[in-house]
């Protein structure tokens, strides 16, 4: 047998030595200790992005990358998020707020040289807007004169469209109402240039598979090009010569990873391969929390909530037709708990479906804790102990924070008010198609709004508006939200809001859980990244600097 | 053998059409479509939008075009998530690192196997069957998406031997190699061994051992070219099988490779890339089995002659 | 993950009809001791899971503040970060992955076996026209088309492995194919066929019992394939509803806080490891106690 006891070791001895070659060249630099001295800033950044073109995408890692890449009219402060000027150096607003005036810089540069103009904004407004593009987000747009009507098609002219051009440098929108909110709708990137011309050279113009945005082909005008993209792998993009305000940037590079997996990414962090990270995993958030420095922890503007369906053709169950049903379901759960204990304290729990605060905005009443209430409610509807309401089925996709809470939630609602529900775990395609189909009883969702305004939560719940998804609707809503479109007066504005909002708390198609707050981990050697409610981090402020204190990471495993 | 090849060939493209068919059809019947997102596109949005990919022609001219298209332009079409790249580009560029990940893998693979299996098959339910047996299947006894994490925090994070993420350098590949080498590893060695049983039971061995040959020579001059035939045999499917089912392991390590579309394809509802996948796969598995039967037939005189 | 429907047939395994197979193989099987002890374990994991969750604690109830507990008196196991008991959740979970492997292996094992009967029997035309379909369907990547069945069945469980098993049973089938078409041409049978014999009392008389090693041989070895797949799919977050465990959910929650809360991927992990490691024990053992050329020497 003796020499077989040896055959065996040589696979053994080799996976050996082979470990200690390698590990001997192991030891080389971190990507955050390399890039700290090079000014090369690696990011977690989610998911592969879809594209890159502004007009086809929806996504947020894409977001994060084309706000590296392009630059719009104006962009916002990242401490306070007022509005700083873009490509528009200044800008002036008629008294009745309707019609703007922007003012191009003249050192404004697309990254290949050619000059911005008015023109550039004119066809790109008319590329998101025209029906052939399908653009996700076209809508956004939907603020200038007959823009809609252009977009559905009902209007062939683009020249009628509120987008005019003065002179080269000179840009005029005009808009249907006064948005108070519309120089804050700007950072969005629907309403960023895009150089048709490379467009044109690289494939049909509203064409989605078009090119143009493949790294030998791009030209963009933001403070950073695209240098490199390989799928799954990273995206690099480095710093213009040609952007206008060069001098500030600081970071040579950014290196974008798309990194699905929390758990993953939060490995790679610690073993120095990123400076930021996309999330973290909740699991993670205790042991990272008493190390302090390297957690962020930040308000986000959006709301994780229950759609109630309320289509009385798809949802058979007779009990959350009444309204007090549904407010006895809201009113059983115990946030806090949820809060606390399902996701770590890392969100806060919500009492309304606006997220207070931002633009001065307070909701008008807030939703109670109140299991007592709740169950005289299901007894004033005629289901006392929740008896007749029968088995209501809870649908959630696969990831995250979605299963404990649903399990936590279904349990609150068992014990305080004796009604049974099961928890519909779907893929990802089939939720959301079983979702806009109403082919659900309650759905978990969130909203994370588009631009800083409670207008962003509120219009969704229009009749008729694409992510209603609900069967909810109220004239009067709808009329409320009309009012606070035409107002001119910021307080009389947000009082038509916060009426509305207490209507759709009243009526209950949307039981609010919690506010979202962005987690995630940052090294202190990331400089210029202000938090913020809309998590918007222009990277043109970003530096990193060398001499910062090493992070300490947490022992994981010993900290409860 | 030109002949041989040239049917297997026709054979291969048969099946690739079959396969082809009936995943054009069946992605379709599964809910969802490649354009539900985060927020809903509004009714004209979406009508736009399936015009302009052709959704709203009836199925047979869809499927059609979609088959001329490949036919004749060998154009896989683009990738409905990722819209600015093709599928064949997206495969294009995955392919080679699947393979890589997968060669490293099964080369851990057949040495802890074959050795495992060889040694355990030369005195059966003994200690030294036992303990080779069981060590080779540790891999398939734990799903990867733990003893991965596991290899990963220990060497990774903790020892800080190899890096975690990636696909650039050596050190990237090791860990992900060791994960999936482990997991095929039990089947290389019940594949050997069975084979080994099965041919130290032969006539020819027995001669060879009342002639006097060392237990060595026994063993590495007679017994293992029959013996593992059974093992070769498993390579082809083995390696089709670790380019496409790496899903696991390249999430965890993050590598581009292709495995990820297998899931990632479905899940998006690509129609496009799912098509491109099965046919790959469809062809790879045709390719490898008709590779492998070459490799046997030139190792075994006597399949030759049937 | 599991790539079962690319493994070729394990090692042609030829029956000699005789009245003392049975016998001679159990007498082999007892010598192999790892293969009996594994039998042991399976029969205790699967009373256990069967008979426990009676006793145990309830599976679904949480206790949200306290978090995940290590083991202690009054959770042998510890708890999870919903506050649950580990070992109930554990043993109902083992129930789940134990039915799902044997429906799954069920359904493969009825088709399996009677198309690869039908095309062993008739050969022919018949034959290569079967086993075109079963190459075909070889050919398939298996993880796209169970996601895909997945979305279609996502909510039955027990429907979708019924349909995981219509996957498996490619190799069942050539495995009983290739024994039918070698039995098919022995005396015994010719002579059934010469006498007048129907062809059904056939099948299920003379050649099924016949290639019954083999397949209980396979069975063992499909069984820890498909637990593996419920482990895979859990990954995915595409295993049972909640708050129903399986060892697949348990193992996937418990990956996610291994450094924090060892208890919660070890105990799950180990139940599926020993498990899976029995189950491919006993096939091994079987197969070697059902191979009478090993009785040779």
Known sequence: ?560 | MLKFIANRVAQTLAVLFVVGTITFFLVRLAPGSPFDQERNMSPDVRRNMEEYYGFDKPLLVQYYRYFSGIILRGDFGPSYKYTNRTVTELIAESLPISVELGLYGMAIAISIGVVAGVVASLRPNTVTDYVPMSLSMVGITLPTFVSGPVLLLVFGIYLRWFSVSGWSEAEDKVLPAITLGLYYAAYFARLSRGGMLEVMSQDYIRTARAKGASETRIVFRHALRGGLLPAISFFGPALAGIISGSFTVETIFQIPGLGRYFVTAASNRDYTMIMGTVVLFAALICVFNMLVDIVLAWLNPRLRLE | MTVDSTLPAPAIVEVEPGHSLWQDAWARLRKNRLAVASGVLLLVMACACLIGPIFSQDYAEQNLSTYATPPSAEHWLGTDTAGRDLLSRILIGGRVSFSVGLCATAVALLIGVTYGTIAGFYGGRVDMVMMRIVDIIYAFPFTIFVILLMSLFGRNFLLLFAAIGAVEWLTMARIVRGQVLTLRRMEFIEAAIATGVPRRRIILRHLIPNVLGPIIVYTTLTIPAIMLLEAFLSFLGLGVPPPMASWGVLIDDGRKVMEEFWWLITFPGLALSLTLFALNFLGDGLRDALDPKASKD
């Not at chain 1, 002179?167 to 909110?181: H, Y």
């Not at chain 1, 890392?346 to 939703?367: E, I, Q």
């Not at chain 1, 299963?403 to 939630?409: G, H, Q, T, V």
């Open chain 1, 1 to 560: 047998m003796k020499r077989f006891r040896t055959l065996s070791r040589v696979p053994l001895l080799g996976l050996v030595l082979f470990a200690l070659v390698l590990s001997g060249c192991g030891k080389r630099q971190t990507n955050v200790t390399k890039g700290n001295k090079d000014q090369v800033l690696h990011l977690g950044n989610g998911a592969e992005p879809s594209d890159l073109d502004p007009h086809t995408v929806s996504g947020v890692p894409e977001h994060v990358i084309i706000k590296a890449l392009f630059e719009g009219l104006v962009m916002a402060d990242p401490k306070d998020l007022k509005p700083e000027p873009g490509v528009a150096e200044k800008w002036e607003v008629s008294p009745d707020g309707k019609t703007y005036t922007f003012f191009l810089r003249d050192n404004a540069l697309w990254s290949n040289g050619d000059p911005i103009t008015s023109a550039d904004f004119i066809r790109s407004y008319e590329r998101i807007l025209n029906p052939k593009m399908a653009s996700p987000y076209a809508t956004m747009l939907h603020v200038m004169v007959n823009a809609k009507e252009y977009n559905e098609g009902t209007l062939k002219e683009f020249s009628q469209v509120g987008v005019h051009a003065l002179s080269d440098k000179k840009l005029q929108i005009q808009l249907r109402s006064p948005v108070a909110f519309f120089l804050g709708m700007l950072k969005h990137y629907s309403w960023f240039p895009v150089h048709t011309k490379t467009i044109d050279k690289h494939g049909k113009r509203y064409d989605k598979g078009n090119r143009w945005t493949r790294p030998e082909n791009i030209v963009s005008n933001g403070p950073f090009v695209l240098k490199e993209w390989r799928t799954n792998e990273k995206i690099i993009v480095a710093k213009s010569e040609k952007y206008w305000d060069n001098n500030r940037v600081r970071l040579k590079e950014i290196h974008f990873y798309p990194i699905e997996s929390e758990e993953a990414e939060e490995l790679a962090f610690r073993a120095g391969q990123l400076h930021v990270t996309y999330g973290v995993p909740l699991s993670k958030v205790d042991g990272y929390r008493t190390t302090g420095s390297t957690l962020r922890l930040e308000p986000y503007y959006g709301t994780y909530f229950y759609r109630v369906n309320l289509d009385p053709k798809k949802n058979p169950n007779v009990a959350l037709k009444d309204a007090r049903v549904r407010r006895a379901l809201s009113m059983a759960l115990n946030r806090e708990s949820l809060i606390k204990n399902v996701t770590r304290s890392v969100h806060t729990p919500a009492y309304s479906y606006v997220p207070p605060g931002p633009v001065g905005y307070l909701p008008k009443d807030k939703l109670k804790y109140d299991p007592e209430a709740a169950r005289k409610l299901l007894v004033e509807a005629g289901f006392p102990g929740g008896k007749g309401v029968g088995k209501i089925s809870i649908q959630t996709n696969v990831s995250d924070v979605h299963k404990p809470l649903a399990e936590a939630i279904q349990q609150m609602w068992k014990k305080e008010l004796g009604i049974e529900s099961e928890i519909v775990t779907q893929e990802w395609k089939v939720y959301m198609d079983a979702q806009r189909n109403l082919d659900y009883v309650l759905s978990r969702s969130a909203w994370i709004a588009d631009y800083m305004d409670p207008n962003s939560f509120l219009e969704i719940f229009r009749t008729g508006n694409g992510n209603n998804s609900t069967g909810w609707s109220n004239a009067e809503y709808d009329k409320l939200i009309e009012e606070s479109w035409a107002q001119n007066n910021a307080v009389a504005r947000l009082e038509s809001l916060k009426k509305a909002e207490a209507l759709l708390l009243q009526e209950g198609p949307v039981i609010p859980i919690f506010f979202y707050v962005r987690d995630y981990l940052i090294t202190s050697s990331v400089k210029g990244w202000s938090p913020n409610v809309l998590d918007d981090h222009p990277f043109k402020y970003v530096f990193l600097d060398e001499a910062a204190a090493a992070d300490k990471l947490p022992v994981l495993g010993t900290t409860r």
